[in-house]
């Protein structure tokens, strides 16, 4: 089955611009999904599709795609941002399971 | 307005079982492809299972043969029966919505999560 592979952690200053990135065969052929989590509460989608934010998304998050990596950019990152982000994606093995990343610990300096 | 609350979880011996139940509201259940995620104390996301529209189910590797997703429709709930529970089962568990994507998978809607011990 596949794998996702994220940075177990990144930090970036506030008002500044990072990129989380998350890696894996599976997505030369789908797209990820990203997902903030915050201790103690349910995860919440933040991109998905090519480039898609659900209502409510702030637009400093973004998402792209090259390859097999995909990356969350987060444009301006606010005290708030500083979470667990995940990246996930069907599995491309044909066998209908879903993958997730290990996930990335955000830290805004 | 979309809803997901999960209930059945508790403190469980190994060898034991337990349900899960996930009612969700604003939307059917029957339409959608429902999964379960759970979350490991300190620990990532991991996917667990997943109903289809259609009835169609999968599962991880690490449940399969002992979990079983199901869903009543009259009562728009989703189901997670766990059987044969081990220490490595101790998560919360988190249902889930994914609207049907060809070109991705992603979940819009998480419940709360219900938490899972598995311990004597």
């Known amino acids: 089955s596949s794998e996702l592979t994220q940075d177990p952690a990144v930090s970036v200053a506030l008002g500044q611009t990072v990129r989380i990135t998350c890696q894996g065969d599976s997505l030369r052929s789908y797209y990820a999904s990203w997902y903030q989590q915050k201790p103690g509460q349910a995860p919440v989608l933040v991109i998905y599709?090519?480039?898609n934010r659900p209502s409510g998304i702030p637009d400093r998050f973004s998402g792209s795609s090259s390859g097999n990596t995909a990356s969350l950019t987060i444009t301006g990152a606010q005290a708030e941002d500083e979470a667990d982000y995940y990246c996930?994606?069907?599995?491309?093995?044909?066998?209908?399971?879903?993958?997730f990343g290990g996930g990335t610990k955000l830290t805004v300096l | 307005e979309v809803q997901l609350v999960e209930t059945g979880g508790g403190l469980i011996q190994p060898g034991g079982s337990l349900r899960l139940s996930c009612a969700a509201s604003?939307?059917?259940?029957?339409?959608?492809?429902m999964s379960w995620v759970r979350q490991a104390p300190g620990k990532g996301l991991e996917w667990v299972s997943v109903i289809y529209s259609g009835g169609s189910t999968y599962y991880a590797d690490s449940v399969k043969g002992r979990f079983t997703i199901s869903r009543d429709n009259s009562k728009n709930t989703l189901y997670l029966q766990m059987n044969s529970l081990r220490a490595e089962d101790t998560a919360v568990y988190y249902c889930?919505?994914?609207?049907?994507?060809?070109?991705?998978?992603?979940?819009?809607?998480w419940g709360q999560g219900t938490l899972v011990t598995v311990s004597s």
């Open positions: 996930n994606s069907r599995d491309s093995s044909g066998n209908h399971h879903v993958v």
């Open positions: 889930a919505r994914s609207p049907f994507d060809s070109s991705s998978y992603y979940f819009d809607y």
């Open positions: 599709g090519k480039n």
């Open positions: 604003g939307f059917t259940v029957s339409s959608n492809y």
